[in-house]
């Protein structure tokens, strides 16, 4: 088990409000994180804090990186972060129409990442969005299409694929099940669950789902009012919840 | 003449302009900002052109202006009378004797020295424009060199129709450096970028000018399996016999009778005067 990222004390505020405050935990390779909470509880600004999309208050998040090991992702340069996010993260948005480009095929969407990196073979970049496809049951025949034409199942799922095609270590996911209907939400969450396993993926997954923090991920975390009140196994914490807040959380499952 | 400033622009506009110039031509295909002026000339008409030419000109030279490579078309005819009446220059039609020549669409077809200049018009200075709409985003991605979402561009390009299509405002990288959008020339004059001449992009609207120095390294950009094709009518020029001008469609009636003839004028004008004749068929008749 390689550390694959430790956050230490992150805080957020919003003015006299707070976001999120002193967040503390590390994250192994291979391991999905939960982040559990009601709404309003400083779980996505979190999320946005690890992924560098806002500016944090105080804290470390220190990242393995390929060259230079363990690296505080607050206060790297930002070419070095925006490379960072175009390689070994991913970040995986509620509405898929936020991590797609529209206007684009599914094709250059999936090869997007590719070409950053570097990649300027026509006939390979498209093979590699093919296969990729295909790793999300989606039609090789819709390679073309654009994603307004895609259901939004597809479309979440084609966002999956084109974060993860260059083979990122780490991925960020906000509610990824989020506005999909219970069986399409089944589909996808088995085709997260095989993906994470077969490519060694970390990941935080952000949702207010337990059910899906119950099949996705190792560990848990339970926030309330920007405050970590519960952390552990999966399974320790939905089946013995010590804290009140996740007692509460845990018994308003339908 | 004694009713306008030499070029029309004021001493202290012309200053910021050539600053902007210099700076451009330091740093080939970075978009440099600059304070453009109210022309008496509507946005889209070469306002950035007229700018910098005005910008560049001295009292002894002599200018040549072309549109969509005729020197006869009323933009061009206009902006040449302008700077006739406010500066109080010489004009040409003729390549060779031009030393300063603003241009929209092509690069004349005549290679041109290093004691020339070649002032582009330039619409949408930004070729990145149309894939990502935030200029704080394309500039952070022109400054740390992302330039992945180009290729995709030209990705989309063959995804749909086989070929990359982008035929116009074809993007190339200066210096293995910047990326730019070279004004909408069609990219059968990509190649000629590589010239003697200096060449300065002028955008009004958009408030921005770049530059290439002389013999700066401009590349298309491609893929490896799908090289830079500047591609052309495949014709010879119905008027001169040209064979490796590029060329221009004519509608002669409306039976789809059809002539394919030089676009860049004074070119095809010399070359008729040295003899030269092309068979002035219809090339290919509907039937």
């Known amino acids: ?254 | 003449m004694s009713d306008y400033n030499f070029a029309y622009l004021d001493e202290q506009t012309k200053r910021m302009i050539r600053r902007a110039i210099l700076k451009g031509l330091a740093i080939p295909g970075y978009q440099v900002p600059f304070a453009s002026r109210e022309m008496p000339m509507p946005y889209g008409w070469g306002t950035g052109g007229v700018q910098v030419s005005a910008a560049i000109l001295t009292p002894d030279d002599c200018m040549k202006v072309i549109d969509q490579g005729a020197d006869d078309t009323t933009n061009a005819v206009s902006i040449r009378k302008f700077f006739e009446r406010t500066a109080g220059i010489e004009t040409t039609t003729r390549t060779s004797e031009a030393d300063v020549i603003q241009t929209r669409h092509r690069i004349p077809e005549e290679p041109l020295t290093e004691d020339q200049i070649l002032v582009y018009q330039v619409p949408i200075p930004e070729p990145l424009r149309f894939l990502e709409p935030r200029e704080t985003e394309t500039r952070k991605m022109h400054a740390l060199e992302e330039y992945g979402l180009m290729h995709v561009k030209l990705f989309e390009d063959i995804a749909r129709h086989g070929a990359i299509t982008t035929s116009y405002a074809y993007p190339v990288r200066a210096e293995g450096r910047y990326v730019m959008d070279p004004s909408p020339i069609p990219k059968f004059d990509n190649p000629k970028l590589s010239m003697a001449a200096i060449q300065i992009f002028g955008a009004g609207r958009e408030q921005r000018i770049y530059a290439l120095p002389p013999h700066c390294e401009v590349v298309s950009l491609d893929f490896e399996d799908h090289p830079f094709d500047p591609s052309k009518a495949p014709h010879p020029c119905g008027l001169c016999g040209a064979e490796t001008s590029y060329l221009d469609e004519v509608i002669i009636d409306d039976v789809g009778g059809r002539l394919f003839v030089c676009s860049d004028t004074d070119y095809c004008e010399t070359r008729r005067a040295e003899g030269h004749r092309g068979d002035d068929q219809v090339s290919e008749t509907a039937a």
């Open chain 1, 1 to 254: 088990m390689t550390l694959l990222l430790s956050v230490q004390g992150l805080t957020k505020r919003y003015g006299a409000r707070i976001g999120c405050t002193n967040v503390s935990f590390d994250l192994y390779r291979g391991e999905v994180m939960g982040v559990v909470g009601e709404s309003g509880s400083g779980k996505s600004t979190l999320l946005n804090c690890l992924a560098g999309y806002l500016s944090t208050d105080g804290g470390t998040v220190l990242f393995d990186t390929r060259a230079e090991g363990l690296k505080d992702m607050l206060t790297m340069s930002e070419p070095e972060r925006r490379q960072l996010a175009r390689t070994d993260c991913a970040f995986v948005h509620q509405h898929a129409r936020d991590g797609l480009r529209m206007g684009v095929s599914a094709g250059g969407n999936v090869g997007e990442r590719l070409m950053a990196g570097g990649a300027r073979h026509y006939g390979q970049i498209r093979a590699s969005a093919i296969d990729w496809l295909g790793r999300v049951e989606i039609d090789e025949n819709r390679v073309n299409d654009r994603p307004t034409t895609y259901s939004g199942g597809m479309q979440q799922r084609l966002q999956i694929a084109r974060n993860l095609v260059n083979g990122p270590r780490l991925i960020f996911m906000d509610e990824p099940t989020g506005g999909l209907d219970v069986s399409v939400q089944a589909r996808l969450l088995d085709l997260l669950r095989k993906l994470v396993r077969d490519l060694h993926l970390s990941a935080v997954v952000v949702t207010h789902d337990l059910s899906v923090i119950r099949l996705l991920s190792d560990r848990l975390m339970v926030m309330k009012s920007g405050e970590v009140v519960e952390a552990g196994l999966t399974d320790q914490v939905l089946d013995d919840p010590q804290h009140p807040h996740t007692q509460l959380l845990v018994s308003s499952v339908l």
